[in-house]
């Protein structure tokens, strides 16, 4: 508490609260351009201005710190080593919104990080930034912490909603979305614990501050945490906009692949977004060179483009079995679905067992199209965005890894002795080990 | 309120109250163009949504705002605005999403159609006659649960259940207290009493009414008949704990069951009590009011009455 003081935390808050009205917040977060931290990359500012107002009616903030994004591991590690900047943007955020209440729903197996943050709570709140009448503006806070089940699904904002409730955490049904109808029936904001991290910056430093930082519509910072085949795995803090290749290879960042091996596929923003084999990770179909943003990574839509999600960012050299990651996937999808909705709680159960048979040298050809229909017939057709979730991946791996498919379906033998390795989507760099 | 919405499904139009369902308004329509439903129901608060039959293409979204909807819609649960043009069976994609959802549907399904109290008068087999393929896809074992037993008057078949969650609303809002849920996650969630408690009180009986498929049969009944034998009868008594207002089922003079009168999309708008429903079975208990109203698919109309008999055509 005391080094984030000394470092000019809670600056925001005494800025906010003495000197600012929640509109004139609101409006420097609009102009920041600050977007969605958790996945989807909303405009945080659109969103906090659909929050319905009604006369007597109390609003909530909940912080969605439920991570659990196979790949994603950035809040996680915010919560540990900066819990109070998240306290900061919670203060900051809840006055904006005009939230008396809010919660930080965090996953339940990360016991230490809520022993962690109710210990932060209570010393901000000795401080008199919580409680009743914060330094004295006359503005009310508490702030509770409550620890999911574990479940992914509960990172779904209404799923989480339900189970911050005390119900079964399955996903609402959308209209009406949270911020008309959210937690106890009262309109409601949730958001990631990045993004509201982000809302102390950006009301200390000013929203066009912010939007300096970044391309384009993409502002400011974004964790990443990277893993897989590279030499630094870890939690990175980039500019959106640093090109991507630029980000593997550079020693800043994850130092290139492991062992001078060769990329073979990334998965740019944790489990549930598109597959993207390495020509296409690097550069564009138009050539140009791919950027950490979120237009860059989607362009090209889902016929060869990715999304930024929420920075999972998995690398695959060309020892990879892309088949075999596709069933991993999968099964955690399988075992993750809430079982609400017949296409999601069928769907992956099915994607998951074909995969299997494939993955051990049990396939058929038809297979194949198999998995690419039941995707299709999965997606869009659910209550929330899991289903979408599950059925990217599959699609993804097969449109562009379609050959290492076969492969396992026409040489099951061969496919349980080695793996596939590069075949057509050679890295288009020259080999780091041929160099030295 | 006197203000109404214009809604245009299929190119047919109608006027309907501000804050009806799409699926509503299409069942005032009528006809072929009413999406099918497997887990709303009209009386049950909060009910659909979940199995995902009625999606539908919003290819207008109001006058105020054209703009199509992004995905396909569950039409038990979207709001009509006014101007709103909906596609239904003109729309091959709608078409095309409801063969998958019955697919996905039916592949854990044990489809023992054969020995099912339920074949006849269950909604998935419609659903499946009008809506499905003829040939599975799935190669693989389908899923199983643990037989429980969940007292003496219903039969649970967990493995034919497709998690409509209908009977989770009944005993919530029918009931004082609801002893019965949805355990586990995904697809081996299951309608369970969690320590095997029998579900015991007065208006349980209607969790068999409600549910579409043949997962909660009535053990009164069970094994007596196929419901095609059976002669659907109205008929009405006092009760002091509900509306009195049935449909008997009869086989020769005797009655063999009794449940609650369903309308032509087979939902319960009357609950009755267990007392009518499992106590009441000779005529003399009973006023009768005359035969029941058949809905349109059921192949309970094909022996009966003078109804037109479903040709049966062979789809391959």
Known sequence: MEVYRKQGGYAAVEKALKTMTPDEVLEEVKKSGLRGRGGAGFPTGLKWSFLAKPEGVPRYLVCNADESEPGTFKDRDLMVRNPHSLIEGMIVSSFALGANTSYIYVRGELFYVIRILEKAISEAREKGFLGKNILGSGYDLELYVQPGGGAYICGEETALIESLEGKRGNPRIKPPFPAVSGVWGCPTVVNNVETIAATSWIVQHGGDEYAKIGIGRSTGTKLISACGNINKPGIYEIELGLPVEEFIYSDEYCGGIAGGKRLKAVVAGGSSVPVLPANLILKTMAGESRLMSYESLAEGGFVSGTMLGSGGFIVMDEDACIVRNTWNFTRFYHHESCGQCSPCREGTGWMEKVLHRIEYGHGKMSDIDLLVDVAAKIEGNTICPLGDAAAWPVGSAIRHFRDEFEWHVREPRLSQERNYGLAGYADPLPVQAAEA | ?316
Request: neutral net charge; glycine residues 8%; charged residues 30%.
């Open chain 2, 1 to 316: 309120m006197s203000e109404k919405y214009k809604i245009t499904i299929d190119g047919v139009s109608t006027e309907v109250e501000p804050g009806t369902t799409i699926l509503n308004a299409a069942r005032q329509i009528g006809g072929d163009l009413v999406p099918p439903a497997m887990c709303y129901y009209s009386s049950l608060e909060g009910s659909g949504g979940k199995c995902r039959t009625c999606l539908v293409k919003v290819s207008k979204g109001s006058e105020k705002d054209p703009r199509p909807m992004p995905k396909l819609m569950a039409s038990c649960r979207t709001t009509v605005m006014d101007g709103m043009e909906v596609q239904n069976l003109t729309s091959p994609e709608v078409q095309e999403a409801r063969k998958g959802v019955v697919e996905f549907l039916l592949i854990n399904h044990p489809l023992d159609c054969p020995v099912c109290d339920q074949a006849g008068e269950c909604k998935l087999q419609d659903l499946s006659y009008e809506h499905g393929t003829e040939a599975t896809r799935y190669e693989f074992n389908r899923r199983t649960f643990e037989r429980i037993d969940i007292g003496d008057k219903i039969q649970l078949h967990m493995n034919r259940c497709i998690l409509c969650y209908r009977c989770v609303y009944v005993a919530n809002q029918l009931t004082d207290q609801r002893v019965h849920g949805i355990v586990g996650r995904g697809d081996m969630a299951e309608i369970s009493t969690y320590v095997e408690k029998a579900i015991d009180n007065d208006f349980s009986g209607n969790m068999i009414d409600v549910c579409p498929v043949g997962a909660l049969t009535d053990k009164t009944f069970r094994f007596k008949n196929r419901v095609w034998f059976t002669k659907p009868v109205w008929a009405h008594r006092d009760c002091d704990k509900c509306c009195g207002r049935v449909t008997l089922w009869y086989k020769g003079d005797d009655v063999l069951r009794v449940t609650g009168r369903k309308d032509e999309y087979g939902e319960v708008h009357e609950f009755i009590c267990n007392t009518c429903r499992y106590d009441k079975k000779r005529t003399k208990d009973w006023v009768i009011e005359g035969p029941a109203k058949v809905e349109r698919q059921s192949v309970i109309s094909a022996n009966h009455y003078d109804s037109k008999v479903v040709p049966v055509i062979d789809k391959r």
